[in-house]
């Protein structure tokens, strides 16, 4: 950029894209705070889970706090940095601070049920978890590089990946519990959260497309190959991880079921062909039952398929399509 370009102010009555207003006003209208939701009832709730079962739900949690901290402090400050248009930017940005509202609804949620001592223990855990931070490491590397639109391009593909695939092995428990009406306030806060990503995942998909679109055709395959390869690498760590957090309480193979579902979610918010096709009926019907109706309707996203996000024809896009 010439350093004696005049600086533009934001236009909202001259929107850059069609869709852009419809994701601002989609995530005002999803606007929540931790503090109105009561988690009273998860106390008692809290005292019926076993140890195991109570480690198992802390460090899920602690891990997931982990990822929001980054996608708010690194990943989507990064992302709108290199963003051209301004309504995009301010987008990206009140996602920034709902990923902020995500990690600190984590802590509300540990200031109800563990002590202070053991919060400090688990927020330690989390920097000695190898395989956590080395799935937080891959996406974090891909923020802290982006030079042109290859390195944008990954970045936000990283995001997508993030936001459609990461979280689930951490979402999976707390549905599954709430699904079985346990700890039903903590799962509210996650089926909010996962509202909010999966509009993320959308869009930031949509902005990623639009980058590809501009990179010569040529070389676009060399990139979205590199997905792939990001994908299965995070999806090493995450067996690692789901086997130290799920592996005791009997729920490993149904939680990498539900991230595989998950990343081919991710995979068609990039317009890319998924990888592990697993259908809805593979997933654990108690962990179904643990999304809201509001929330379940996000399976929206994905059962329209790859032709609606791949073709960047947004005509077809319009308010309905977030009427939930
Ligand atoms: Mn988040
Ligand atoms: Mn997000």
Redesign the pocket.
């Known amino acids: 950029m010439p350093k004696n370009k005049s600086k533009k102010a934001i236009n909202w009555n001259r929107i850059s894209g069609d869709y852009s207003k419809l994701f601002w006003d989609q995530n005002i209208r999803q606007f929540w705070v931790d503090e109105e939701i009561s988690l009273v009832e998860d106390k008692k709730s809290w005292k019926t889970l076993s140890k195991q079962e109570q480690t198992t739900y802390e460090k899920i949690l602690a891990g997931l706090t982990l990822l929001d901290t980054e996608?708010g402090g690194v990943g989507m400050p990064s992302i709108l940095k290199h963003v051209d248009s301004l309504h995009d930017k301010a987008i990206l940005t009140f996602?920034a601070a709902?990923?902020q509202m995500?990690a600190k609804s984590y802590s509300t949620i540990f200031s109800t049920l563990s002590s202070m001592e053991r919060i400090d223990e688990l927020f330690h855990w989390v920097e000695e978890n190898k395989a956590l931070q080395q799935k937080t490491k891959i996406i974090v590397d891909s923020y802290e590089n982006i030079t042109d639109d290859k390195s944008l391009y990954i970045a936000m593909a990283s995001s997508v990946l993030l936001?459609t695939y990461l979280f689930y092995s951490g979402f999976f428990y707390p549905l599954y519990l709430s699904g079985q009406g346990k700890m039903i306030g903590s799962g509210e806060i996650i089926n909010l959260i996962i509202r909010?990503?999966s509009v993320?995942g959308l869009f930031v998909g949509i902005l990623a497309q639009q980058v590809l679109e501009r990179i010569p055709e040529k070389e676009r395959k060399e990139l979205t190959d590199k997905v792939y390869s990001i994908m299965l690498e995070l999806f090493e760590h995450e067996k690692t991880y789901t086997k130290e957090l799920y592996g005791e309480i009997g729920l490993y193979d149904e939680v990498i079921t539900y991230v595989e579902y998950n990343a081919d979610k991710a995979l068609m918010n990039l317009g890319l062909d998924t990888h592990f096709d697993v259908e809805d009926k593979d997933i654990n019907s108690i962990v179904l039952n643990g999304l809201d109706t509001e929330t379940k309707t996000h399976d929206f996203f994905s059962t329209k398929g790859n032709g609606y996000i791949k073709a960047l024809n947004h005509d077809d896009f319009e308010e309905d399509d977030f009427n939930w």
């Open positions: 996608q996602m709902m990923e995500h936001e909010d990503e993320h």
